[in-house]
């Protein structure tokens, strides 16, 4: 029997070899990262939403697109779960997409520039 190999497997090892060989060839289990896939399937379809149909007119898309995208893919969660994922994609904005094109002082707290003369 050949051996499958898929991209999650190839991510996975390359993200950490441990963690592949508990996964994939101990068959571990572990308890994933979204309480239920469907959390995980709204925000992928948000993003990938969000990419897809932005106009690029402006360089940052504003938060507000983001919010009209997961409002579209969100209605089938719990509260709870509406109220995580808004969470998570506040947080994926302010980390992603407003860093990405701001000065890295704005975005990391933790770097301070020195002048030296």
Not at 67 to 81: A, D, M, T, V
């Amino acid at each position: 029997m050949a051996y499958q190999i898929s991209a999650t497997k190839l991510q996975t090892y390359y993200r950490c070899p441990q963690s592949y060989y508990f996964r994939y060839e101990l068959g571990l289990k572990t308890p994933g990262f979204f309480g239920n896939a469907a959390l995980g399937t709204a925000l992928h379809q948000t993003l990938a939403k969000a990419y897809r149909d932005w106009d690029y007119l402006e360089p940052i898309p504003p938060n507000t697109w983001f919010n009209s995208c997961w409002q579209q893919f969100s209605n089938k969660l719990s509260p709870s779960q509406a109220e995580e994922g808004q969470e998570i994609l506040a947080n994926y904005y302010h980390q992603f997409s407003v860093c990405v094109h701001a000065p890295q002082t704005l975005c990391d707290h933790r770097i301070f520039r020195k002048d030296i003369n």
